[in-house]
T-cell receptor
Framework: GQNIDQPTEMTATEGAIVQINCTYQTSGFNGLFWYQQHAGEAPTFLSYNVLDGLEEKGRFSSFLSRSKGYSYLLLKELQMKDSASYLC??????????WGAGTKLIIKP | ETGVTQTPRHLVMGMTNKKSLKCEQHLGHNAMYWYKQSAKKPLELMFV???????ENNSVPSRFSPECPNSSHLFLHLHTLQPEDSALYLCASSQEIGTGANVLTFGAGSRLTVL
């Protein structure tokens, strides 16, 4: 079966750095997505990785290793507004999106 | 209005009621989706429409009935639901389907409670 694993919950301190990991086992690979979802709001697109390596977008970076079936989302200079759930999703060989259950990130002052 | 709009945001219904969820996208996208989001579970894809034609139905019970009258509007008709159907129902749209970099734009969801 196809599976995406990510931690259920993480806590970090304002101003610090946090890394949210995602491991996957899927039938083929056509890209990995990260979405952010604040409580009661729509998930919003953060990043897309299809080749190995690091993609940087401001305070957020996403890394992919296809050989290891592994990705992480790195958030720097954490702000209180970064408190949200972070969803990892992989597009398989049939272009279906396989979703993880999400990581709830709690930022403390 | 921009993006993807869902109404109502909250809905409480009894098991014998009939109600509908509405989704509208203002992005000129060709594909629309219904997802179910339950606490601590992955998003479950329910239905996919491309150019108003249903292209995927993931073994969803017949008490959920989708309708896509045009590429901007999507409905989910609900009847004789069960308490386990209580969840957040998310609508999404994308430019197309079947490509790797296809990004979904989501609505804020309709929170459904079945009593």
């Amino acid at each position: 079966g196809q599976n995406i694993d990510q931690p259920t919950e993480m806590t970090a301190t304002e101003g610090a750095i946090v890394q949210i990991n995602c491991t996957y086992q899927t039938s083929g690979f056509n890209g990995l997505f990260w979405y952010q979802q604040h409580a009661g709001e729509a998930p919003t697109f953060l990043s897309y990785n299809v080749l190995d390596g690091l993609e940087e977008k401001g305070r957020f970076s996403s890394f992919l290793s296809r050989s290891k079936g592994y990705s992480y989302l790195l958030l720097k200079e954490l702000q209180m507004k970064d408190s949200a759930s972070y969803l990892c999703a992989v597009r398989d060989s049939n272009y279906q999106l396989i979703w993880g259950a999400g990581t709830k990130l709690i930022i403390k002052p | 209005e921009t993006g993807v709009t869902q109404t109502p945001r909250h809905l409480v219904m009894g098991m014998t009621n009939k109600k509908s969820l509405k989704c509208e996208q203002h992005l000129g996208h060709n594909a629309m989706y219904w997802y179910k989001q339950s606490a601590k579970k992955p998003l479950e894809l329910m239905f996919v429409y491309s150019l108003e034609e249903r292209v995927e139905n993931n073994s969803v019970p017949s008490r959920f009935s989708p309708e896509c009258p045009n590429s901007s509007h999507l409905f989910l008709h609900l009847h004789t639901l069960q308490p386990e159907d209580s969840a957040l129902y998310l609508c999404a749209s994308s430019q197309e389907i079947g490509t790797g970099a296809n990004v979904l734009t989501f609505g804020a969801g309709s929170r459904l409670t079945v009593l």
